[in-house]
């Protein structure tokens, strides 16, 4: 899932998180993905899958969980063009987010190399799902008022829009396990922060009380708390919800070189995958 190559070893942190991070190996292919989303996928036949999206070769490479250095074992290629982002639901449908200009969001079933669902999308850059098959896609146009499209189950086409004027540009979204959703952008001074929204919000949405030079990753572990991939900074926060204000507050960080990008945990919510 890492971009320029697979997974390193895991090393568990004071979090209690194992970490698995980006790897720069530069042979083959995977020495081209500019960019690469990450999902993580228990599949039916309970072996793990690391699905990650190589950008430039308009494909989605997926490997084992186990293993350093490997190869990858499969890929998808049908209707991929740019792929931006990833998703995968409670069925382990894997949703990827074309970036190509009027290309679909693409939803793949387990083992499938073909879609079976496309979503329409406008200006896209994350997608995030939610446990009763709820679609999120955040809008990357800083001009447009509307941030988040919301496409309810079965829906090809958004159902509604969450529009917010506090934000110019998302860079990610993603839910708890609760259905809140959080939406990572950059406001009008280009400052990275973090919009939640409970269920069914239309916005606007609640902005923590937080900053960080790019806010990108964001995604949340079994027991509620986010890791928050910091691009600009180079490190990722684990934030912890208390029941006071600020509400949200820091309680860890840790580095990662280079420029982290995405982030994904296992089924488990145990393992952190970083790109």
């Given at each position: 899932m890492a971009q320029g190559g697979a997974a390193l070893g895991p090393a568990r942190g004071a979090d209690g998180w194992v970490r698995r991070d980006a790897d720069s190996h530069r042979g083959g292919s995977l020495g081209r993905v500019r960019r690469a989303a990450s999902a993580r996928c228990r599949g039916a036949s309970a072996a793990n899958f690391v699905y990650a999206s190589d950008y430039l070769n308009n494909l989605v490479l997926i490997y084992g969980q186990a293993g350093t250095h490997q190869p990858p074992i499969g890929q998808i290629a049908d209707e991929i063009d740019?792929?931006?982002?990833?998703?995968?639901?409670?069925?382990?449908?894997?949703?990827?987010?074309?970036?190509?200009d009027g290309a679909p969001l693409t939803v793949?079933?387990?083992?499938?190399?073909?879609?079976?669902?496309?979503?329409?999308?406008?200006?896209?850059?994350?997608?995030?799902?939610?446990?009763?098959?709820?679609?999120?896609?955040?809008?990357?146009?800083?001009?447009?008022?509307?941030?988040?499209?919301?496409?309810?189950?079965?829906?090809?086409?958004?159902?509604?829009?969450?529009?917010?004027?506090?934000?110019?540009?998302?860079?990610?979204?993603?839910?708890?396990?609760?259905?809140?959703?959080?939406?990572?952008?950059?406001?009008?001074?280009?400052?990275g922060r973090i919009a939640e929204y409970p269920p069914g919000s239309h916005g606007p949405g609640n902005q923590l009380a937080l900053t960080f030079a790019w806010v990108h990753g964001i995604t949340s572990d079994s027991a509620g708390r986010m890791a928050v991939v910091d691009t600009g900074n180079q490190v990722v926060d684990v934030l912890k919800h208390q029941k006071k204000v600020p509400y949200w507050v820091q309680t860890a960080q840790f580095s990662v070189p280079g420029h982290p990008w995405y982030s994904a945990f296992d089924a488990a919510k145990d393992r952190l995958y970083i790109n």
């Open positions: 740019y792929p931006e982002a990833m998703a995968v639901d409670t069925e382990q449908n894997l949703y990827v987010l074309n970036g190509s793949y079933r387990p083992g499938k190399k073909k879609p079976y669902r496309m979503l329409t999308t406008r200006s896209p850059g994350s997608v995030a799902v939610g446990a009763d098959g709820t679609v999120y896609v955040g809008e990357i146009c800083s001009a447009c008022s509307q941030k988040v499209a919301v496409y309810l189950p079965g829906a090809t086409a958004p159902s509604y829009y969450i529009t917010d004027n506090k934000i110019s540009q998302t860079t990610n979204v993603a839910l708890d396990k609760a259905g809140n959703l959080y939406v990572a952008h950059t406001d009008s001074n280009y400052i």
